[in-house]
């Protein structure tokens, strides 16, 4: 019985578009982990959410001009981010609701143009919702590459980017080039959506940004154990979920961001207990 | 410190500096100089620009009129506690080490440098007495080690001035002056330390320089010079009585307010100081 149960839950990995897609979901759900945590401790969860729907716009007009979609909608999100902090500059509206106007005006005329002239040579509901057959291995290749750029920025400007995310002012002050840092961020974060697009879908990043570092937070408070605990639950979140996408024959979008969220549960019962525990020592100590 | 900008041994010098946000001025023609060693507070009510005064200091607010030098000096500056996330996941440790940035082609320094950079974290811990907390959360201080803490991470940025942003709020008096004692001791060790604070008294008790300030520099010297009941009125907008003890003035509350509560005259002291 197990043994066919072990067979049964191997056999996808026969086919080559599910070892990629296992591949890329995995190391896609590491980095969101990766670079969600500065996202959530700055409170920048909107911003996340809003750009990968930004970027679909943009995901849309490279298909129907026949450009490099990573190129296009790379652009277009940089497009969406600039006009944002046009808004919020010259204008009394704050940045969220900004963000809120442009994202989504973006993402409806992406919605539009898909409807009227088509996804020419790209799926569309990959880029909406994630899908394992979408995956190539090119895209593989370049989720490494973003991956690996992203990990050594982290470790190079590792007491920057904590300085800038703890507090930004006093980095200033301390002679951190904060507008520079988070240009860096908004960088490593608009590759990251980008190339984890296929994999989970723009309407489901924001959640794989988010979720891993939120359940780190609870397990820790140390800042380099929570960006290692929401790798490493952002890359389970991948591979399970990209297993149980096949076997449920669900999107495999929704599926990773529901194993997230079991994991949130799972972790905020965990601290709950552990905090309780801790209450009750403190009163035996007394 | 001095308010005239003659002086040329000095770290920084405000000249005629006036900064504003939304073209409204916070602070208005300030001229101020910080030499080495130098151990200033700056006092005024709420809304007065000393925050922003310790911003153009810096360099992170610049001049709408007026200029700020600065001689290649580094700042460490101290937050306001207030204004701290302090659910932020950072241990003591991290947050000394943060101010330590590498330049980036040494961002892998090598095994020696990484042990004496510890070594020099547990130096400045212990010389500020938080050593032993070196692991915690930063949420798990007292307000006093909190301050501590801070202090210990603009000290890690081999800081020439410190700026520090009401460092006495919200502290009981023993801390405010172990704070202020360990600020005093810095200074002496060739560091300018720059404070804002509402502690009027604890200044007077601790602190060599004064500067009063409301949008404008109204008087700056000594304790005994500046904190005059008729500067304290012209930067506060409320009457002060100023008292002396032991060399000192003390300032107290002389808010007409005081008779209608208790339908009684304040404290019946002699003020020896002149209103001037």
């Known amino acids: 019985m197990l043994a066919i149960t072990i067979d049964e839950l191997l056999r996808p990995y026969e086919f080559e578009f599910f070892r990629n897609g296992v591949i890329v979901a995995t190391v896609a759900g590491a980095l969101c982990g990766l670079i969600g945590c500065y996202v959530v401790l700055r409170s920048m969860s909107y911003i996340g959410h809003g750009l990968s729907h930004s970027i679909f716009g943009g995901f849309a007009f490279a298909s129907l001009i026949g450009i490099n979609v990573f190129i296009g909608a790379g652009a277009w999100g940089l497009a969406t981010a600039l006009l944002i902090a046009s808004i919020t500059r010259r204008r009394p509206i704050g940045s969220d609701a900004a963000i809120g106007v442009v994202t989504t005006a973006s993402f409806a005329l992406g919605l539009a143009m898909v409807q009227v002239w088509g996804s020419a040579g790209t799926d569309a509901d990959a880029a909406l919702f994630g899908s394992i057959l979408g995956v190539s291995t090119a895209d593989v290749y370049l989720i490494l590459a973003v991956t690996i750029a992203t990990v050594a920025t982290i470790i190079i400007s590792y007491r920057r980017m904590l300085f800038v995310t703890f507090d930004p002012e006093v980095a200033e002050v301390s002679g951190v080039r904060v507008s520079v840092t988070d240009a860096v961020l908004m960088l490593l974060l608009a590759a990251s959506i980008l190339v984890t697009m296929n994999v989970l879908g723009v309407t489901l990043i924001a959640a794989a940004l988010v979720v891993p570092a939120v359940v780190a937070r609870l397990l820790t408070s140390s800042f380099t154990s929570m960006l290692v605990i929401a790798t490493v639950v952002g890359a389970i979140t991948g591979v399970v979920g990209m297993n149980l996408s096949y076997h449920l024959d669900i999107a495999s979008g929704p599926v990773i961001v529901l194993v997230g969220a079991a994991l949130f549960i799972a972790a905020f019962i965990l601290s709950g207990v552990r905090g309780r525990a801790g209450l009750k020592g403190l009163a035996h100590a007394h | ?276």
Request: include cysteine.
């Open chain 2, 1 to 276: 410190m001095s308010t005239d900008t003659a002086v040329t041994t000095d770290l920084v010098r405000l000249s005629g500096v006036t900064c504003a946000y939304d073209a409204t001025p916070v602070i208005e023609d300030v001229d101020l100089t910080i030499e080495a060693g130098d151990f200033i507070g700056v006092v005024g009510p709420s809304g007065s620009g000393k925050s922003t005064l310790l911003r153009a200091i810096s360099g992170s607010i610049d001049p709408v009129r007026g200029s700020v030098e600065r001689k290649g000096v580094r700042f460490g500056f101290v937050p306001q506690l207030e204004t701290v996330n302090w659910d932020f996941p950072v241990t003591v440790s991290q947050c000394v080490l943060m101010a330590r940035t590498r330049p980036l082609r040494k961002f892998w320094p090598s095994r020696g440098e990484r042990v004496a950079e510890r070594e020099r974290l547990h130096d400045v811990l212990d010389r500020l007495g938080i050593g032993e907390f070196a692991d915690r959360h930063i949420r798990a201080l007292s307000g006093g080690q909190q301050q501590r803490m801070f202090l210990a991470r603009a000290l890690m940025t081999d800081a020439d001035v410190l700026l520090l942003d009401e460092p006495t709020s919200g502290l009981d008096v023993k801390t405010r002056h172990e704070v202020l004692h360990l600020l005093d001791e810095l200074r002496r060790s060739g560091l300018a330390v720059i404070i804002t604070t509402h502690d009027l008294n604890g200044i007077a008790a601790h602190l060599p320089n004064v500067v009063c300030l409301n949008k404008r520099v109204v008087a700056a010297g000594t304790p005994a010079q500046v904190l005059t009941s008729v500067n304290l009125e012209a930067t506060y907008g409320s009457p002060m009585e100023v008292l002396q003890h032991a060399g000192m003035p003390v300032v107290v509350d002389a808010a007409p307010e005081f008779h209608l509560l208790t339908g009684t005259d304040p404290a019946p002291v002699e003020p020896t100081a002149s209103r001037n």
